[in-house]
């Protein structure tokens, strides 16, 4: 079965022989402070670095997943007050959750197919953090980067804080343009679950430094002080941190994956709109997700298109939130292979 679901997703075929390698080289019993820990985490993260073209002044943390970076932006970087923009479900958690440690963090719905019109949007004086989601994995729309350049220039006081669970490593990214952002590798970067990756700026850095919040064991500071020696404050999910280094030693730069994932896009959307029965979730095109293309129907239509597709090999990508029954979603994530997107190219126009 080939499947589609945006997370967790397909793997790079190579993982099951990277898992074997870190089984007889002996790391999954090696501890997380020793040196041999210290060189594989600092060659992983010059990866990150170098393959996704992350500014050299940035930071980069291990976490245990998206979620967990919700909490850690709440609790170690904002003391009052976060801004939080969403038009789907992921976004919406995430306010839920930065509520439940600060009460006053504001939240603010735009429709599915707004294009993010950051101008018009109200960010109290007092607020200390934008968060938006770059990627809504829920409703497969994305957020340009022109539009969080932007959000940069108006607010140049702010921190910012992007979401990219499922388009970090699946698309280029303005890493300039925010102070943080965050994902989780079940995603683009087509391994197992497990495994989460925060990447801020010296600004992000320093507003943690002047907050100075200790009391927990996933506290900024705390993660700072370990990741300066390449260690992270808890056990790390080391067979993760191995797979990750081996996937990105083995991937092309982010400028190749990001045309491949785009022209790809480019081949479901015409392919659906394409489609007699098919109709794409978004309307705007200027707001289609790069990496999750998501089409409506009615609950019986998305029930009947995901048994036609299991019956041809192919498991479509549940809807999810409020979209759950009513649409499916197609993850179009690095490691599915040429032949798999041919096969689900030509099953689209016969869904009926
Ligand atoms: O697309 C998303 O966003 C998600 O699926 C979740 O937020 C992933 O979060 P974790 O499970 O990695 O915490
Ligand atoms: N992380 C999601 C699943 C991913 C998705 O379906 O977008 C969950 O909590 O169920």
Sequence with gaps: MITFFPGPSRVYPQVATFMQEAFEQGLLSISHRSETFNQMSEKTIGLVKSKLNVPADYTVFYTSSATENWEIIAQSLTTQQSTHFYSGAFGEKWHEYARKIHSQAEGFRFDTNDHADVASWQVAPESEVICITQNETSNGTQIPAASIEK????????????????????????????????????????????????????????????????????????????????????????????????VLETMPHISEIDAQTKARACA?????????????????????????????????????WKTQAKQAGILLGAGYGSWKETSFRIANFPALQPAEVAALLDLLPKLS
């Design 151 to 246: 959000l940069r220039e108006l607010h140049p006081e702010k921190l910012i804080a992007v979401d990219v669970t499922s388009s970090l490593a699946g698309i280029a990214l303005p890493f300039a343009a925010a102070d943080i952002w965050y994902g989780s590798v079940q995603k683009c970067f087509g391994l197992p679950a497990g495994l989460g990756l925060l990447i801020c700026s010296p600004r992000a850095i320093e507003r943690a430094q002047s907050i100075g919040e200790r009391g927990h064991y996933n506290s900024f500071l705390v993660m700072l002080d370990n990741i300066k020696k390449w260690q992270t404050s808890c056990t790390p999910n080391v067979l993760g941190i191995y797979l990750l280094m081996r």
């Design 268 to 304: 479901y959307y015409e392919a659906v709109q394409a489609a007699q029965n098919l109709s794409l979730l978004v309307e705007n095109e200027a707001v289609r997700s790069d990496t999750v293309v998501a089409v409506k129907g009615t609950k019986e239509q998305v029930a009947a």
